[in-house]
């Protein structure tokens, strides 16, 4: 039980921690002028500090498969990183952070619900529920609540 509520406030702190990583950038954006240069430096600043915590040796470095020994599309998930990014910082001044956060959120339960049911890309097999729809459709009424001002 201590265990997963552990998980739960890690993270919870997770999301804390993209919401402050958001208006640093949307900051750092008025700065730089493109949400492109940002995401760069903000991609460049995550690159440095995992590498830092990698080399810290505090959890087990792997190693890296060979190329073919996985699925191409597993190599991939950086982009939608990128991605997430660059729209954020262009929807952020146009729509706020609650309004993007809340449609990030529903993105993100809508497509776990499929990854969940399907099992698609290898992820654990949860059956769809109507306990699950039903929490899904008032997260998603609750994104067009925040919308409107």
Request: glycine content about 10%.
């Given at each position: 039980?201590?265990?997963r509520l552990?998980?739960?406030?890690l ?19 008025t700065g730089t002028?493109?949400?492109?240069l940002?995401?760069l430096i903000?991609i460049?600043?995550?690159f440095?500090?995992l ?5 810290s040796g505090v959890m087990?470095?792997g ?13 991939f998930g950086?982009?939608?990183?990128v991605?997430?990014l660059?729209?954020?910082?262009i929807?952020?001044p146009?729509?706020g952070a609650?309004a ?13 619900l ?7 890309f ?11 729809i ?9 994104v067009i ?5």
């Amino acid at each position: 039980m201590l265990t997963r509520l552990l998980f739960y406030l890690l993270v919870a702190l997770g999301g804390v921690g993209l919401t402050l990583q958001m208006a640093w950038n949307a900051k750092l954006r008025t700065g730089t002028g493109s949400p492109i240069l940002t995401t760069l430096i903000s991609i460049t600043v995550s690159f440095i500090s995992l590498a830092l915590f990698w080399a810290s040796g505090v959890m087990n470095r792997g190693s890296v498969p060979a190329f073919n020994s996985l699925p191409k599309w597993a190599w991939f998930g950086g982009v939608f990183a990128v991605y997430y990014l660059v729209a954020s910082l262009i929807a952020i001044p146009r729509l706020g952070a609650a309004a993007v956060f809340s449609l990030v959120i529903a993105g993100q339960m809508v497509g776990a619900l499929i990854l969940d049911s399907t099992g698609a890309f290898g992820a654990t097999l949860v059956p769809l529920t109507s306990s699950r729809i039903v929490g899904t459709l008032l997260l998603l009424v609750g994104v067009i609540l925040i919308q409107k001002r």
